[in-house]
Each structure stands twice: as structure tokens, then as C-alpha cells.
């Protein structure tokens, strides 16, 4: 029977990237900093078309320990990957380089930062992490941030102090992860990861970078929010979350609009496209922001407890018109919502990944008991779980 995975202190982490760096470097780092995964609310596949998305920061975060260097030599060790240095100089980081897939996300927003001409030279770094690895938990994204928080400290770039300054830094780090990654994704990871407050949700407008603070205190209503990692195998680079987003972006070019965010009517709009999956993908997208907007009004006026509706509407969209979802995420929701949830969806890109199920505090263990009978009956592998409390965006932590 699975237990909880628990959440690092700050001090553990932050050790533990530091004994890394020690070990592999032979010095003490000249700080640490950590950046959180997430889990989205609510708002998925909305942020590349300039919706709205609500997710949390959790307390579950990656530990970058780091320090500068004076030639341009960037040397990257992770407890994640097997336990190698990777070597190399700024000019090794850059889109189309050949570098292995964590090493992008650790030194890619490096090249990014150059890239919008800021004086950033070589460094050394470590990374830990209790984020659940390609758990579609934004596990790269904290990495990333991880990494850009540390860098824009030692190089003085001063971007971290301030909201603008962290929209500035998350932006960059979704241009490392489009270009030195290669993978497509929108902006919604890396908001939550710079951007969030604990005990908030994050209102994120994708369209002109707009945030809102939207308080969600689930101990407060005696709830809790389970995520439950499938283990099913998930990867955006797979050319599945291109193709979404290709569509999508076809789609608006059809309407002649620039996102289908700018969709006022949707029956017009539909009946303005031929492809009947273009159809469903415009219909998921422009039906999902308008339920963020429903869930946000609900949590606003004291009703946590009614936005299940939504969140099962949203997964539905997402299975049948979206067609991101996999057996693994349709069996945690149906088990979750048997055991007597409020209301359960995936969250993240899908393909795999994790799903949250909204349930009365004192039913986290009834409900994970639940999801591992359901997925040992249908053959599945052992799926992992973790309680997402709101938490703070990244930050110095040594
Ligand atoms: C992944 C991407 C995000 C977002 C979600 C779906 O997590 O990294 O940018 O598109 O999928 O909402």
C-alpha cells in the first residue's frame, strides 16, 4: 500500500543539494534556491491559446545549489539523473544542442538569459529534488526555475525582487524550454513556479501575462486535494502536445483571429471550421476557460465546495474532445469520485501524468485506498500520492 510522498523542509533540501555540490564540486555553493512543482486547478490546454488557468504552487520543490563562475564553463550535477557531471561551456547550451534532457532544463534558461542580453557566465550547480520526476507535476519547470533564480541572483540581474521581474524570468524559462528543450509547452508551469503565494491560487491570464491572487484554503473547509501520480508514461515531447497545439493554432489562423481566446461565440466559430477535430479541440479550449472563470467565481464566493461539477466536466472535455486523457487518469477519477469525492480531473498536459480528486479531509486515506484497489483490479502499476497544499513560488532558501 502506497504512503504519501512527503515534501522536503527547506533546510533538508537545501542540504541535500548542498552536500551534492560539495561532493561533486569540492566547494560550498554560493547559495541555494528552490522552485516548486504544481498542480493546475483548473484551465489546461488553455494557456498556448491566451486562457485562463488556476493552478497552485506545491510544497514539493526542486533545490538548485549554485555558484559562479569567472570563465564560461557550465558544470550541472543532478540527484535525478544518474549521478554524472555534465561538462561543457554557455555556447554548449543553445537550441539544437546536443545535450541530454535534463541538462537543458538545468542550463538552458543560461541561454536564455544571454539571449535577451543579460551578462550571465559560467557556473556550477547541483540540483535535488522531491518533485516527482515526468509525474506532469511541472517537475521540469522547477528545475528550470530553479536554476534561473539562482543564476539572476549571482549574476545581480535583480529580475526575482518583483512580479514584472519574476513574469520576466518565467517567460525566459518557457523560451529555454520551447527552444533548448524542444518542447512546445505554454506558460502555465512556470508561472506557477515564480508567480504563486502560498495559501493562493494563481488566476493567470495568458493573454497579456495578468495575474490574481485567488485565496483557497482547503483545511479551512475541512478539504483536502489528493494528486495521484498514474506512473502511466508521460512525455511532452513525444509529438502528442505539439499537435495539440498545432491544431489549435490552426484553428485560429481558419477564424482569422491571433488565439481562440478571442472566440465570443463558439457555435459561430465552430460552424466556421470543417475539420471535425478542429472542432473538438476549439470546443475544449473555449469551454475550459469559461469554467475557470465559473470555478474562480465559486472559490470567491465562499464555495470550494461546489466546483466538483466543473472539474468533472473539465476532465470530460479533456477525455472526449481533447482526447489528452489515458485509461490510468479515467480510472483514478471514476475510483475517486466512487469513494465520494467532490469532483476529480487530470492536471498537467496529460498523456499520462497525475489527476486530482478534491475530497473531505478525513477521507485522504479511504480515497487512496480506493485508487490502488481500482488500479490493482484493472492491471495497472502502482500509482504514487501526495496532499497539495498552496504553496510559496521559489526562492533563496540557503
Ligand atoms: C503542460 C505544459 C503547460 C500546459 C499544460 C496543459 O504542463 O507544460 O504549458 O499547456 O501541459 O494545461
Known sequence: MSTLQPAWTN?????????LFAETFGSAPAGVWASPGRVNLIGEHTDYNGGLCLPIALPHRTFAALSP??????????????????????DDVRPGGDLPGWVTYAAGP???LRDAGMTVHGFDAAFASCVPLGSGLSSSAAIECAAAL?????YDLGLATDDDGRARLAALCVRSENL?????????????SLRTSAGQALLLDCRDGHTEPVPFDLAAEG????????KAPHALVDGQYAARRASCEAAAATLGIPTLREITDLD????????????????????????????????????????GPLMIASHESLRVDYEVTVPELDTVVSAAMAAGALGARMTGGGFGGSAIALIEASQVEAT??????????????EPAFLVAVAADAGRRVA
Open 223 to 230: 478539504l483536502a486535494l489528493l494528486v495521484v501520480d498514474t
Open 268 to 307: 459561430a466559430a465552430l460552424a466556421q471550421l470543417d475539420d471535425p477535430v478542429a472542432r473538438q479541440r476549439v470546443r475544449h479550449v473555449v469551454t475550459e476557460i469559461a469554467r475557470v472563470e465559473e470555478f474562480v467565481a465559486l472559490v470567491r464566493a465562499g464555495r470550494l465546495r461546489d466546483v
Open 11 to 19: 533546510a533538508e533540501g537545501a542540504d541535500l543539494a548542498t552536500a
Open 368 to 381: 487512496v485506498q480506493a485508487v490502488h484497489d481500482a488500479f490493482a483490479e484493472r492491471g495497472f502499476g
Open 110 to 112: 543560461a541561454w536564455a
Open 150 to 154: 539562482g543564476l539572476d541572483e549571482v
Open 180 to 192: 533548448v528543450s524542444g518542447a512546445p509547452t505554454g506558460g502555465l508551469d512556470q508561472a506557477a
Open 69 to 90: 563562475r569567472s570563465d564560461d564553463v557550465v558544470r550541472v550535477v543532478s540527484d535525478l539523473a544518474p549521478q554524472a557531471v555534465w561538462a561543457g561551456t554557455l
